[in-house]
């Protein structure tokens, strides 16, 4: 392998894992479509929804002094000849009024988050305004979601103005008089999320042109190495073990931010739920690219000169000539076709490989099931291939033969 081959190949490995990161910082920033489904599941996420529960009674705080109101009663009813001691017993109700009255909040307020009225405004509200992520990343704009010296929070204000209604319909007169309030949810705090959002603003202009310029270096620095299957499989390889180690970090990444969650975060679980959906197509990435890396690699070993692949493939072409054995015996012929794919083999070979080549670049957002089946369509094409070509090589002879 030659110097400017070894180099073009260390930097291709080194760049892969940073490709995806751009892909999904671009993606996620400027596909409204793709941001909306990634946050719509959080709204029926049982530790969001009991986030928002608390937070949402937290806003509106209904207070009915329990006390006063039942010292009043009492009055009014001693004033009507109840004895001392009847009156002291309903005073001693107002703590159990002001708790009913609590209660009677939490039920309303968390009757609305699980309900699809709940999930309708989550989504209306990311969807009118999918900047969201591109606020915690760069923190630029406004909208539900906004980032403020390293804190994220969600406005619930819709949700608040909502269980207020709710609550004067259920006959507690006092919501109506809930003045405005702070109604903002923290989501998560960091002291780095400035550091982060410069690194996603290098990432987000870099966008979609990194990937390209990836593979482009990959490319060339196989096509200079002297023995070219070799260095294409320790590409791949090397691919794919950086791949592994971005996953690694992303599990001790997300360890560390968990364990060292500032007093503000109202609900740990709901930072991490945010934390794992924000980065579900991350992962999604590095799992597909990890499996077509460790795919790749096995290909470009299996059609090498080595002991193991001669005899895989030997094997393969001995199966084939049997079975088109068999079905010459049994009228099974492949005429002119089965020849000219046994001339043309190799090139009708690297021709599907280039097609399912495209039809993967091309594939929107692919997955490890998106390289699993273009695999099993590529060994699907190959054996019809195997097939016509022994056909072509095992008919002919006695086509020949049975000629005058």
Same mark, same amino acid.
């Given at each position: 392998?030659?110097? $400017?081959?070894?180099?073009?190949?260390?930097?291709?490995?080194?760049?892969?894992?940073?490709?995806?990161?751009?892909?999904?910082?671009?993606?996620?920033?400027?596909?409204?479509?793709?941001?909306?489904?990634?946050?719509?599941?959080?709204?029926?996420?049982?530790?969001?929804?009991?986030? *928002?529960?608390?937070?949402?009674?937290?806003?509106?705080?209904?207070?009915?002094?329990?006390?006063?109101?039942?010292?009043?009663?009492?009055?009014?009813?001693?004033?009507? =000849?109840?004895?001392?001691?009847?009156?002291?017993?309903?005073? &001693?109700?107002?703590?159990?009024?002001?708790?009913?009255?609590?209660?009677? $909040?939490?039920? @309303?307020?968390?009757?609305?988050?699980?309900?699809?009225?709940?999930?309708?405004?989550?989504?209306?509200?990311?969807?009118?305004?999918?900047?969201?992520?591109?606020?915690?990343?760069? =923190?630029?704009?406004? =909208?539900?979601?906004?980032?403020?010296?390293?804190?994220?929070?969600?406005?619930?204000?819709?949700?608040?103005?909502?269980?207020?209604?709710?609550? !004067?319909?259920?006959?507690?007169?006092?919501?109506?008089?809930?003045?405005?309030?702070?109604?903002?949810?923290?989501?998560?705090?960091?002291?780095?999320?400035?550091?982060?959002?410069?690194?996603?603003?290098?990432?987000?202009? #870099?966008?979609?042109?990194?990937? %390209?310029?990836?593979?482009?270096?990959?490319?060339?620095?196989?096509?200079?190495?002297?023995?070219?299957?070799?260095?294409?499989?320790?590409?791949?390889?090397?691919?794919?073990?950086?791949?592994?180690?971005?996953?690694?970090?992303?599990?001790?990444?997300?360890?560390?931010? #968990?364990?060292?969650?500032? &007093?503000?975060?109202?609900?740990?679980?709901?930072?991490?739920?945010?934390?794992?959906?924000?980065?579900?197509?991350?992962?999604?990435?590095?799992?597909?690219?990890? @499996?077509?890396?460790? %795919?790749?690699?096995?290909?470009?070993?299996?059609?090498?000169?080595?002991?193991?692949?001669? *005899?895989?493939?030997?094997?393969?072409?001995?199966?084939?000539?049997?079975?088109?054995?068999?079905?010459?015996?049994?009228?099974?012929?492949?005429?002119?076709? =089965?020849?000219?794919?046994?001339?043309?083999?190799?090139?009708?070979?690297?021709?599907?490989?280039?097609?399912?080549?495209?039809?993967?670049?091309?594939?929107?957002?692919?997955? !490890?099931?998106?390289?699993?089946?273009?695999?099993?369509?590529?060994?699907?094409?190959?054996? @019809?291939?195997?097939?016509? &070509?022994?056909?072509?090589?095992?008919?002919?002879?006695?086509?020949? *033969?049975?000629?005058?």
């Amino acid at each position: 392998m030659s110097t $400017v081959s070894a180099v073009l190949i260390t930097i291709t490995c080194i760049l892969v894992p940073v490709s995806l990161i751009t892909v999904w910082v671009h993606g996620i920033v400027l596909d409204t479509d793709r941001y909306v489904s990634t946050v719509a599941p959080l709204a029926s996420n049982q530790a969001i929804e009991d986030a *928002a529960v608390h937070r949402i009674t937290e806003a509106v705080g209904v207070r009915v002094n329990g006390s006063k109101v039942t010292a009043e009663v009492a009055a009014w009813l001693e004033s009507q =000849g109840l004895p001392p001691s009847a009156g002291t017993a309903i005073k &001693a109700l107002g703590p159990q009024l002001d708790s009913a009255v609590n209660s009677a $909040v939490t039920k @309303v307020a968390t009757r609305f988050v699980e309900s699809d009225r709940f999930e309708t405004v989550w989504t209306e509200a990311n969807r009118a305004a999918h900047s969201a992520v591109d606020h915690a990343l760069t =923190g630029q704009g406004r =909208g539900a979601v906004e980032v403020s010296e390293g804190t994220v929070t969600l406005n619930v204000g819709t949700a608040v103005e909502t269980v207020k209604k709710d609550l !004067v319909n259920a006959g507690i007169s006092p919501a109506a008089k809930i003045p405005d309030v702070n109604k903002q949810m923290v989501l998560f705090k960091s002291d780095k999320l400035e550091k982060i959002q410069d690194a996603a603003h290098l990432l987000d202009v #870099l966008g979609n042109w990194l990937p %390209v310029v990836t593979v482009v270096l990959g490319a060339i620095g196989v096509l200079l190495a002297r023995r070219r299957r070799r260095a294409l499989v320790t590409t791949t390889l090397c691919a794919a073990l950086a791949c592994l180690i971005l996953a690694i970090g992303l599990v001790i990444a997300r360890r560390y931010y #968990l364990d060292h969650l500032p &007093a503000q975060v109202q609900s740990p679980a709901a930072a991490a739920a945010v934390f794992d959906t924000l980065l579900r197509f991350l992962r999604a990435s590095i799992r597909t690219t990890l @499996v077509l890396g460790v %795919v790749v690699a096995i290909g470009a070993y299996l059609s090498g000169a080595g002991r193991l692949p001669r *005899a895989v493939r030997g094997t393969s072409e001995r199966t084939a000539d049997s079975a088109a054995r068999w079905g010459g015996a049994h009228g099974v012929r492949t005429g002119k076709v =089965g020849t000219w794919v046994d001339a043309q083999r190799r090139w009708l070979t690297i021709g599907v490989l280039l097609v399912l080549a495209l039809v993967f670049a091309l594939w929107n957002h692919p997955t !490890v099931l998106t390289v699993l089946l273009l695999v099993l369509i590529l060994l699907a094409v190959l054996a @019809v291939l195997a097939l016509l &070509a022994a056909t072509g090589r095992n008919g002919e002879p006695k086509e020949r *033969a049975g000629e005058p």
